[in-house]
């Protein structure tokens, strides 16, 4: 399966600010995820990054809040924007490697918000 | 929408067999995926269903029944690191042909000495 290197591992940011988590992988994957894994809770997702267009949104996360970048078919970034403390979390990058493939997940970004 | 139900918690004893249950309810389904997850890590992919039965990986199985929009996880021979949470995972296919997965809440599984 396909190697999945995320950065920053984790971060403590100040309020009002921003922060752009970084996924990158080691090979050409169709689908590239992005999750959010509040405390204590499962995964939720937060958008499919399309490569060379816009993201596609789950309900309750707006591009202005989560913009999402996926320039070509082995990196992406999701930028969480003015930051509140309910943005603490963990966020996931994840790939298919193809549509019958099962997801696999980066160690993930833990975000805390003072 | 999509609907996945699990037990929040479970207690089994180590050397012993427990069965974790997933009922699910959505269209478009596409297939169900077991992962496992310790504190503070990523989850880990276990297994995964598409037809219906059972599906062996060594010391754990995963069984589906589609028209009752049921599986289950079995953990054979319980390690006290198989101590985690056991998401239960459906992928479903949107109008415009792509896949989306959506979580379950996650078991919390405690392996006990």
């Known amino acids: 399966s396909a190697v999945i290197s995320q950065k920053p591992s984790r971060d403590i940011c100040q309020r009002g600010t921003s922060l752009t988590i970084q996924c990158q992988v080691d090979s050409q994957v169709t689908m590239m995820f992005w999750y959010r894994q509040q405390p204590g809770q499962s995964l939720t997702l937060i958008a499919t990054?399309?490569?060379?267009?816009?993201?596609?949104?789950e309900s309750g996360f707006v591009i202005d809040k989560f913009p999402i970048s996926r320039p070509n078919l082995t990196f992406s970034t999701l930028t969480v924007s003015n930051m509140s403390p309910e943005d603490s979390s963990i966020y996931l990058c994840?790939?298919?490697?193809?549509?019958?493939?099962?997801?696999?997940f980066g160690n993930g970004t833990r975000l805390t918000v003072t | 929408g999509q609907n996945i139900d699990q037990p929040t918690e479970m207690t089994a004893t180590e050397g012993a067999i427990v069965q974790i249950n997933c009922t699910y309810q959505t269209s478009g389904f596409n297939g169900l995926f077991w992962y496992q997850q310790h504190a503070g890590e990523a989850p880990t992919f276990l297994s995964y269903n598409v037809l219906d039965g059972l599906e062996e990986k060594g010391r754990f199985s995963s069984f589906l029944s589609r028209s009752k929009g049921y599986s289950y996880l079995l953990l054979k021979e319980l390690q006290m690191k198989d101590s985690a949470s056991y998401l239960c995972a459906v992928r479903f296919r949107w109008g415009g042909g792509a896949d989306g997965l959506t979580f379950g809440k996650g078991t919390h599984l405690i392996i006990q000495p």
């Open positions: 994840s790939v298919m490697d193809r549509e019958d493939s099962p997801l696999h």
């Open positions: 990054a399309n490569q060379g267009s816009e993201a596609t949104y």
